[in-house]
């Protein structure tokens, strides 16, 4: 018989198993991510946790929405900055009383222009191309007469669409006051040379406001004399709509002479943080409010990153990605017939009016006022007729 021999070969397979390990960052947000959806010209406060893993306290910044001895932004997005703090303008004075265009006319609670500019200066979101001038320390873009009672800003009233250098009961002495304006390539600038409070005195203010075309408005104050008093006029810009716009100052002392004052837009729509600054403590938690504004935004979808920058040598930064959806707007108005209230036939070219805005009737009578959401006054005008029903 024949020995058979099977030799075996055992086979050793060693299983390794790769993992990936994420080591979580000493600081971080929680969620990473912050999104919501707004209507038009409207705002809304989301949150995120911002936490810190390490045994150390850590100190925490969003250096883009520090306050300092500035303010802003509004609800549009500008904000202001003085040469007094640090990042601030530069004072300086371009004097043009010997190369601009004298303004005259101008003198005790009056208005005059308009002036035309060589750029158009945007203001708001709409493009500025002429300026009227107040007697009352104001440039405005409309021709309303500005009141010698100044107002906090926004006024939340009927005045409207101004910038407001020192807006308080000034006047012209006509012995000492003068006012020039000259247009530049890039900019367009107005100076207000002694101009006095009413009903006049010795005690003068001269300043220079400076717009120019990427949107920026700076005001320089040169003079301030012994004497005048600065606490009670307001400084500012005010927009078109009543309830927005920036204040500076309002009748309180803040102005002196060699100062600069700049308005700036940023057009993110995180428009504020709180806090803006802060401490953790070892594996403490700050929630951290955010402000999303779609004012001046149109229907679409925007992203935003927001830098917190922290006292950790490895985490000297980290960002919030932040997503913001503005809806379509909703498209309301209304709609109807004028007739003769006696013989029941149409009347053409009627004047129906909302605020400043118009149409005017068909042949038949009709018409159609596209509006958005919300209550109205309406007029129907036409000569040699009076309103006997309104639908």
């Not at 939340?156 to 407001?164: C, G, L, R, T």
């Not at 403590?281 to 925007?302: A, D, K, L, R």
Request: proline share 6%; charged share 15%; with cysteine.
């Amino acid at each position: 018989m024949k020995n058979i021999y099977l030799k075996l070969i055992f086979s050793v397979f060693t299983i390794i198993t790769s993992l990936n390990l994420i080591a979580q960052s000493p600081l971080y947000f929680d969620p990473s991510a912050c999104e919501a959806t707004l209507n038009p010209n409207d705002s809304i406060e989301v949150y995120s946790l911002l936490k810190n893993a390490s045994d150390d306290t850590v100190e925490f910044s969003f250096p883009d929405y520090i306050s300092r001895d500035l303010g802003g932004p509004d609800s549009y997005g500008y904000s202001w900055i003085d040469s007094d703090e640090e990042g601030g303008p530069n004072y300086e004075w371009n004097d043009i009383s010997e190369t601009g265009t004298p303004i005259e006319g101008l003198g005790d609670d009056n208005v005059v222009g308009p002036f035309e500019m060589a750029i158009y200066f945007p203001f708001y979101g709409q493009s500025k191309h002429v300026f009227w001038i107040s007697s009352n320390g104001a440039i405005s873009f409309n021709e309303q007469f500005l009141t010698f009672a100044n107002e906090p800003i926004p006024t939340n009233s009927n005045y409207i669409d101004f910038i407001a250098w020192f807006w308080d009961d000034l006047t012209m002495n006509p012995e000492l006051s003068r006012v020039y304006y000259q247009n530049f390539d890039a900019k367009t600038i107005v100076q207000f040379t002694k101009m006095v409070h009413y009903p006049g005195s010795d005690s003068t203010i001269t300043a220079q406001v400076i717009m120019m075309n990427n949107g920026t408005v700076c005001i320089r104050y040169n003079q301030i004399s012994e004497g005048f008093e600065t606490n009670t006029g307001t400084v500012g810009i005010q927009s078109w709509n009543p309830e927005m716009g920036l204040q500076v100052a309002y009748n309180q002392e803040y102005l002196h002479s060699e100062m600069a004052v700049r308005f700036d837009l940023n057009r993110n729509f995180i428009v504020t943080v709180h806090p803006a600054s802060g401490h953790l403590p070892p594996f403490g938690q700050e929630h951290i409010w955010i402000t999303y504004s779609s004012v001046g935004y149109e229907h679409g979808t925007y992203e935003q990153e927001l830098k917190c920058v922290s006292s950790l040598p490895d985490v000297p930064q980290i960002f919030l990605h932040n997503v913001m959806h503005v809806n379509a707007p909703v498209q309301a108005g209304f709609k109807g017939y004028v007739t003769n209230a006696v013989t029941g036939l149409p009347i053409n070219d009627v004047k129906v009016m909302v605020g400043e805005h118009y149409v005017y009737t068909n042949g038949d009578g009709h018409y159609e006022f596209p509006l958005d959401q919300g209550s109205y006054n309406v007029k129907f005008i036409r000569e040699g007729y009076h309103t006997a029903r309104t639908i």
